[in-house]
Structure formats: C-alpha cells, structure tokens
C-alpha cells in the first residue's frame, strides 16, 4: 500500500509536471508568435508581382530582388536577393512623377552580383519616378557599369522598382 501511495503521489507529480510544462511550451510559442509579428514588422519586405521589390535585365538575364529594405533608412533604394544587390540613388525630395535623374560616377548604381564580381563602376544611364501614390512610388531606371580592374561592361536594362511611399513622397 505503502508503495502505491508513493508511485501515485510520483505520477500525480509528474502529470503536474507535464501539464505545466505544456502550458509553458504554449506561453513560450505565444511570446515568439509575438517577437516574429514585430520583427515582420519591420523587416524588408518580400518583393512580388503586386509588393516592393526591384527587377532588372543583367546583361540580358532578368533579376529580381526577394527584399527590399527600407528607403528612408538604407537612403538607397536597395533591392536584395541573397548576397545579390541592386542598390539606386534615392533622395526622398526627388519622388515626384516625371523626374529624371542621370545616373553616373556622382549618382551611382551599386550592384553586387555572385556571377560578375568585382568593384563596378557607373558609367551612364538614367532613373525616372513613374508613379507617386499614397502607397507606392514606381520607377525605372537602366545604367551602364564598367568593372574597374577587367573593364568589363554590365548593361541594366528593363530596371524597374516600387517601394513604400513616405508621408512625404504622398504629399508631392
């Protein structure tokens, strides 16, 4: 008898134990649902057909960015795919339909790419805002890049970009 009431008292123990720990594992699943919606918050936003993103011809091949980070704190319009990046001048002011903006060694394209390493060089090319709305700004841009050590040229053609519109932007 002696017995049975120890291994009950263990077991009842146990299932407390257990029960305890289940609704520990459910508080902790709670408080990293709540830790991920705040880093997805603010973290890049996933480029799509409809979203931000930037995508552009390399040479002929289509690239397309899978982040975005944001404008206003990159002060670059940073398209990221992986180690990949297309990076364009960006000045909030100048966001308004129908800007242009040449593009050269004062106003650069950044771009790192797995295929053409190197340090690239903006030789020419041109930026334009197409559309400034309460959500959206959209934009196209080509350049001409120069790879400083083989002189090896880059063409971006077909570039296109969308990022999130500031207060600022909207209001233009």
Same mark, same amino acid.
């Given at each position: 008898m002696k017995y049975r009431l120890i291994l009950f008292t263990i077991a009842l123990f146990l299932s407390s134990q257990v029960s305890s720990q289940t609704s520990d594992q459910a508080k902790v699943k709670e408080r990293m649902e709540k830790i991920k919606s705040a880093?997805? +918050?603010? +973290? &890049? $936003?996933?480029?799509?057909?409809?979203g931000v993103g930037v995508h552009v011809k390399v040479n002929g091949k289509l690239w397309q960015s899978s982040t975005i980070l944001p404008p206003q704190q990159a002060s670059r319009i940073v398209g990221q795919k992986d180690e990949e990046y297309v990076g364009l001048p960006y000045d909030e002011r100048q966001m308004i339909? %129908?800007? $242009?903006? /040449?593009? %050269? &060694?004062?106003? +650069?394209?950044?771009?790192n790419f797995k295929s053409k390493s190197g340090l690239w060089f903006t030789? /020419? %090319?041109?930026? =334009?805002?197409? $559309?400034?709305g309460d959500k959206w700004v959209e934009g196209k841009f080509s350049a001409t890049l120069k790879e400083r050590d083989s002189g090896e040229m880059m =063409?971006?053609? =077909?570039g296109f970009f969308r990022? &999130? +519109?500031? /207060?600022?932007v909207s209001q233009n």
């Open positions: 880093v997805d +918050a603010t +973290a &890049p $936003k996933i480029a799509s057909s409809n339909v %129908g800007n $242009k903006d /040449k593009l %050269g &060694p004062d106003n +650069a394209v950044d771009v030789q /020419k %090319g041109l930026i =334009e805002i197409m $559309k400034v =063409e971006l053609t =077909e990022i &999130p +519109a500031t /207060k600022l």
